[in-house]
């Protein structure tokens, strides 16, 4: 194959809808403070789709297909390296430590220091960790999700270009020679230039610079269909904020199920006290002797989705960890799946 970031680019692109989302994540520690925008609801809202399946569809879907993150994959788990500031590189070193071997980042300075992951890294090789054991996961964030005064490529530049740069400067932070997963951080304003972000990831994938891609904030089913129908290289990871202002991503996570793409969580805990205070989940956690967040990670776990917790607490990690050893029952899914019932369900973009 040609080497990454040859030739010119395909033009012939489809129109699809366009979209603003977040391009960040927000801390998943229990205790702590949160970031400025943390808890505001989104300033646009699309009415629910028809496209919605019910969550328990989804458990009984992933129950089915039983092929889960839970038993087949020693990721389980994504360590969250957004709003880390300066304590990255320690906390990343520690996560490794307590036994996470997936860890989740971004080319955002805005938000993420990429470059202390690339520290914790060569750290973590020096204490015996080397790279092979380590799953990274890294982002391609468009203009509009960074700080102006911090854009890590040539912000006036063709996009192809940013997005190459972009990943280039991945490559240099993290101090590696291929990246296991990148996704591009948002949907951008218009289907066009999403799949021109897309064609050059595909160009990265085939260069083996990249294992798989995914994307990341993008709530809408049709325009995640649109992105897998016309990719050449598919998409293998869906990226959200799970909360219930998207309904949960119902139809999204069914669609992910059957199509073998790894659903993946943030602002797991943060988006939803009432969750951790329901019945059915405080129930199985007295049951099972665990805190109400093990359950619900266990929860999404079991329904064959992977969460990304980013927890500084070295005792929450070692809970976190520690729910691969849970099961819960079927019945338990069921009524815990009930307690994420909305009449608001659907799929809209957010902008905080």
């Not at 997936?102 to 520290?119: F, M, N, S, W």
């Not at 070692?318 to 029952?329: G, H, N, P, T």
């Amino acid at each position: 194959s040609r080497p990454f970031g040859s030739g010119t680019m395909n033009a012939q692109l489809v129109l699809s809808s366009s979209a603003s989302c977040n391009f960040h994540n927000s801390p998943e520690d229990r205790k702590g403070s949160l970031p400025a925008c943390a808890g505001r609801r989104p300033s646009c809202w699309r009415q629910p789709s028809s496209r919605t399946a019910s969550f328990i569809g989804v458990a009984l879907l992933a129950r089915q297909r039983r092929t889960t993150m839970a038993s087949k994959s020693r990721l389980p788990f994504l360590y969250g390296t957004a709003w880390k500031k300066e304590a990255t590189a320690d906390l990343v070193v520690q996560a490794v430590r307590e036994g996470f071997r997936g860890i989740d980042t971004a080319c955002q300075p805005k938000h993420y220091r990429e470059d202390l992951v690339g520290t914790a890294l060569a750290r973590l090789a020096q204490e015996g960790v080397p790279r092979e054991q380590l799953w990274l996961q890294t982002k391609f964030t468009p203009v509009a999700g960074q700080d102006p005064n911090e854009i890590p490529y040539e912000a006036g530049a063709p996009l192809e270009l940013q997005v190459e740069q972009s990943i280039a400067k991945s490559l240099r932070n993290l101090g590696v020679e291929r990246i296991d997963s990148l996704l591009l951080h948002s949907p951008l304003r218009t289907f066009e230039e999403t799949m021109a972000v897309w064609n050059v990831f595909e160009k990265a994938a085939e260069a083996g610079t990249v294992q798989q891609l995914g994307i990341s904030n993008c709530y809408d089913y049709r325009s995640f269909r649109s992105l897998f129908d016309a990719a050449r290289v598919k998409p293998k990871v869906l990226q959200n904020r799970f909360y219930k202002e998207s309904g949960y991503d119902s139809s999204l996570r069914a669609f992910c199920l059957e199509q073998g793409i790894t659903y993946q969580s943030f602002w797991t805990l943060t988006a939803n006290p009432h969750i951790l205070s329901s019945d059915a989940l405080l129930g199985a956690a007295q049951r099972l002797s665990a805190t109400p967040q093990q359950v619900l990670f266990r929860w999404l776990i079991q329904s064959g989705h992977q969460p990304l917790t980013g927890t500084r607490s070295c005792e929450h990690m070692k809970q976190d960890l520690a729910v691969v050893d849970l099961e819960l029952s079927e019945e338990e899914m069921q009524d815990i799946a009930g307690a994420f019932s909305t009449k608001t369900e659907g799929q809209g973009w957010c902008t905080v």
